[in-house]
Each structure stands twice: as C-alpha cells, then as structure tokens.
C-alpha cells in the first residue's frame, strides 16, 4: 500500500516568511509524528498525534511552530516568521496506535527539506 | 532509555553478510533493542526489534546475547542499496512519552562493488 507521503518535497524560502509542509499518513494509522532533523544530526521529536487526544507539542522550539491534523489523516506543520536556523529536514512519521504489548514501528516519509535563505 | 554505542563506520563486499554490532550494557529488563536505517536524502525505515530472542524477518536478523547487553543485526546478503546509516536504539514499549524517537550518530555501512 501507499507508504506516509510529504509536500513538497523541496522548500526554499526567505527568512520571515510563512511556510506550511504537509504530511499525508499511512492509511489507518492513528498515531502521527513530526520530527526536524539538520544536516548530520540525528532526529529531533517535534510534535505528536493521537486519535482525539491533545497532542504531544513537549518538541516544539518556538511559539513559531505549530501542527494541526484533520482527524486521522492529514497533517500541516506551519512555521511562522522562518529563521535561517529552521533550515532542515522536516520528517513526518505514522504508525498503528501503540497497544501495551505492542511495538512502535514509525514508518516514515521521505521529508521535506526546509532551506530559509 | 538506555545508552547505545556503535562503530562509526564499516565497509562490507557486495554479496557478503553485513554484521552490524550495538553495545547497550546498561539497558533494562523491558527495553526492546530496535534497528532504523537511514539511506541518504530518505527518512528513516524501521528494520526489526527483538527483546531477548534472536529474530529474522525478510530484511535482517537480530542477535542479541544471553545478558541483552549487545546485539548484532546481521545482513545477510548486502548489496548496494543497503548501503545506510543504521541506527539502534533501546526502549520501552509501552507507557509514558516513548514514542519519541531519538537517534545517536549510528554506523555508516558502506556496501562495495
């Protein structure tokens, strides 16, 4: 089936503007993940979704990030006011809902890649 | 969640078993040991996890010692594309805020022709 899929792929833009990434989840998964990772570091937890719980915002840097998601598909990360140090990758992950004895296995996209110039 | 360490590097022939080592001395009795790799410009992909049993799926093989304190993710038949940065991370699975994945550096296999 479709894996998780994320536009655009590419995203150049000026320092102080808006911009939107969107995320598109596997279907049927429940929980949603968006991570940043910069140029040769590892992963950085943003923000995660639930079902109808109130997400997890603990990995937000700034007041200028934000994420919605649309029931239990579509999700849109916003940044607002980008900064050259937001310049990365823009990960989003999904999986089933993770059950007590289950396991957590996140199926990612391919990203986005954030240039603030 | 418990500490990992990794060789930074290691190089493998096309064709042959890749063996991957991770060390995790201090990891607890209900942390599962799971293995990602990353290809270069592609997110990461989930490749196994084991607790305690050795397990194989159709990408690898997981080998973890008696006292859990290292394992192995063997190849067993490497080729091009599986060159990666591969990652392995210890956890728990359930409860509190574990979803949140963290890398370290991991290992750099490069497969050769």
């Known amino acids: 089936g479709a894996g998780v899929s994320q536009s655009p792929s590419n995203k150049v833009t000026e320092k102080g503007k808006d911009v939107e990434l969107r995320c598109d989840p596997i279907s049927g998964h429940t929980a949603l993940y968006w991570y940043r990772q910069r140029l040769g570091q590892g992963l950085e937890f943003l923000i995660y979704?639930?079902?109808?719980?109130?997400?997890?915002k603990s990995g937000l840097p700034s007041d200028r990030f934000s994420a919605e998601r649309t029931g239990e598909s579509v999700s849109t990360l916003t940044i607002q006011r980008t900064q050259q140090e937001d310049s990365a990758v823009y990960l989003c992950a999904s999986s089933l809902y993770p059950l007590p004895s289950g396991s957590y296995e996140q199926y990612f996209g391919p990203g986005t890649r954030l240039t603030v110039t | 969640d418990a500490k990992t360490t990794q060789p930074p590097s290691m190089d493998c022939a096309e064709g042959r078993a890749a063996n991957l080592p991770c060390n995790h001395s201090?990891?607890?009795?209900?942390?599962?040991v799971y293995w990602y790799r990353q290809i270069h410009s592609q997110g990461p992909q989930y490749i196994i996890h084991?607790?305690?049993n050795n397990e194989t799926n159709e990408m690898a093989s997981l080998i973890i010692t008696e006292d859990r304190k290292s394992s192995t993710l063997i190849l067993p038949h490497a080729t091009l594309r599986d060159t990666a940065v591969y990652y392995c991370i210890v956890r728990v699975d359930s409860g509190g805020s574990n979803y949140k994945l963290t890398f370290g550096k991991g290992t750099l296999l490069t497969v050769n022709p």
């Open positions: 084991g607790l305690k």
């Open positions: 201090t990891i607890s009795g209900n942390e599962y």
């Open positions: 979704f639930q079902g109808n719980s109130a997400p997890d």
